[in-house]
């Protein structure tokens, strides 16, 4: 899982430093009024890539920890949903998209607190 998460995490951040470069090269002109949105999901993109590279480092400390690995999962999940779908709605304009993010948010918490039971559980 290690290997997995760490290859995860850090493809997610190069993923996210390019939309960021990208939206602030190119987009900022062409969708002023809807950059905001689209750098919230960079934003929350890069914060959660460095949590799979945490992650990633806990496995290979932990062991098959599998509060830790559904953790993992979970903030994947939601770069996807919460990003995804903010990069949808700022590029698309279809408001389709709005509804997922709350799901992908969900998804961050989620992960969040599978991490912190995981933390409880150490001995």
């Known amino acids: 899982m290690m290997k ?6 850090s493809l997610n951040a190069f993923l996210s430093v390019a939309l960021g470069a990208f939206g602030a090269h190119y987009l900022k002109t062409k ?8 750098q919230t999901g960079v934003h929350y993109h890069m914060i959660h890539a460095i949590a799979l590279i945490a992650v990633a480092l ?13 953790s993992g ?9 919460f ?3 903010l990069y949808g709605l700022s590029l698309t304009g279809i408001k389709a998209f709005g509804p997922i993010t709350p799901l992908g948010g969900l998804s961050f918490l989620v992960g969040w ?3 912190a039971l995981a933390a409880l559980k150490l001995k």
């Open 4 to 9: 997995l998460f760490l290859l995860i995490g």
């Open 31 to 38: 969708i002023p009024d809807k950059i905001d949105v689209f």
């Open 58 to 70: 806990l496995t290979d400390k932990l062991g098959n920890n599998s509060l830790v690995t559904a």
């Open 73 to 81: 999962w979970a903030i994947f999940i939601g770069i996807i949903l």
């Open 83 to 85: 990003s995804g779908s």
């Open 113 to 115: 607190i599978l991490l």
